[in-house]
């Protein structure tokens, strides 16, 4: 990397904010100075940085100033307000809400799948949603060797995708209710403890919700295949962190599942965990902070001519959000001018 970057993390307190304090400090990004920014509602807070204890300022014009790379961890309609205004003040955005996401003059992406899109960028880049970011990456493997005809997902979520407030909410509930007391919702429209919830953000008029929307449009743009066919059903379950995907995938020509096994363990940032039999899959708990997303249960769908089965989990913090906005912001460091 060139030189040391002045870096802002707007969202600094929330769950992917703080993971993105930690994924700087563990990847040894060359840090000139960080910025630490949340609503301001509260007085007096600090995070922790390079051994220190930064203070957290409110996100606004005056401490978005003199910032190179300003990495968003805030909700959409704050990154709608300020990411124009990091911008303007001449930062880089690396945006990890919805906002920006399919604006086709804002590249989508995913370092190890399409970096090539980040070229020509116009100071605004967008972290894609954490489902679809853990998929995209086995999703490109399969595709540059059989092609892909159509890909139907089913995700199991962690609560930790909806944040601080939702994590709270997870082993409050779960307390309550082995203490036989009633399940207090407030993040979610009901109980999230021992429970499923076949809903992630709102309903559209067909049905689908806007979780599942994201996930298809955000693949096809990364993909860079608008036309791909997709079906996918988004859970939220009573998990703290990682997310796992039942992925089925049709392929244009055969793709032997002992061939796709050597093509995913060669790809960067996937690690394939595929003994069955003596509990050899990935799960939400053992892969908990880690960086790679992991792939196992590969198996023939023989219910077509050519389909794949494939359980995808990886951490939805790190790999859905943090890392893969610092590995953007990686990208991008060479970039700036000395
Ligand atoms: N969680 C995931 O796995 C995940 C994955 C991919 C993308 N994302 C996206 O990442 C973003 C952050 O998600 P999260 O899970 O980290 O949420 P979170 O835990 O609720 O954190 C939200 C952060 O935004 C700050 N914030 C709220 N209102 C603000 C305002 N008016 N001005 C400035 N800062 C404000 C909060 O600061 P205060 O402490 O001051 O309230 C907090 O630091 C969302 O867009 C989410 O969709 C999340």
Same mark, same amino acid.
């Not at 301001?40 to 007085?43: I, K, P, S, T, V």
């Not at 970096?115 to 100071?123: I, S, T, Y």
């Not at 249960?297 to 077509?304: A, G, L, T, Y």
């Given at each position: 990397m060139k030189r040391s970057a002045r870096i802002g993390v707007a969202g600094a307190t929330g769950a992917v904010g703080l993971e993105m304090l930690r994924v700087l400090e563990e990847r040894s990004f060359p840090v000139e100075k960080l910025t630490a920014m949340a609503s &301001?509602?509260?007085?007096s807070r600090t995070v922790g940085f390079g051994g220190a204890d930064l203070p957290v300022v409110p996100l606004t014009e005056e401490n978005l100033a003199d910032l190179d790379i300003v990495l968003f961890a805030t909700g959409a309609s704050v990154s709608r307000e300020f990411v124009p205004v990091a911008t303007a003040a001449g930062a880089v955005a690396i945006d990890n809400?919805?906002?920006?996401?399919?604006?086709?003059?804002v590249p989508l992406v995913v370092p190890e799948v399409n970096?090539?899109?980040?070229?020509?960028?116009? &100071?605004v880049i967008a972290n894609p949603n954490c489902s679809t970011i853990q998929i995209v990456l086995p999703l490109e493997v399969v595709r540059r060797e059989a092609g892909l005809v159509r890909v139907v997902a089913s995700t199991y979520q962690s609560v930790s995708g909806t944040g601080v407030a939702a994590i709270e909410e997870l082993a409050d509930q779960s307390r309550a209710v082995l203490d036989g007391e009633p399940a207090v919702s407030g993040v979610?429209?009901?109980?999230i403890a021992f429970n499923c919830l076949p809903h992630i953000d709102d309903f559209d008029e067909e049905g689908h919700t806007r979780e599942e929307r994201k996930m298809i449009d955000e693949t096809r743009k990364i993909l860079g295949i608008p036309g791909l066919g997709m079906a996918v059903t988004c859970v939220r379950v009573p998990v703290f962190r990682s997310h796992a995907v039942a992925l089925n995938v049709e392929t244009e020509h055969p793709l032997d599942p002992d061939e796709a096994r050597v093509l995913l363990s060669a790809a960067p940032g996937v690690r394939v965990l595929d003994d069955p039999e003596s509990a050899g899959y990935p799960t939400q708990v053992d892969t908990s902070d880690t960086d790679d997303v992991w792939v196992g249960?590969?198996?023939?769908?023989?219910?077509?001519e050519n389909g794949l089965w494939m359980w995808v989990v990886a951490d939805n913090l790190r790999k859905g959000a943090a890392l893969n906005a610092v590995q953007i912001a990686e990208l991008l460091i060479d970039e700036l001018p000395d």
């Open positions: &301001g509602r509260f007085d809400s919805r906002m920006f996401r399919m604006d086709p003059d970096p090539q899109a980040m070229a020509g960028h116009g &100071g979610y429209p009901t109980q249960r590969i198996r023939r769908d023989e219910s077509v």
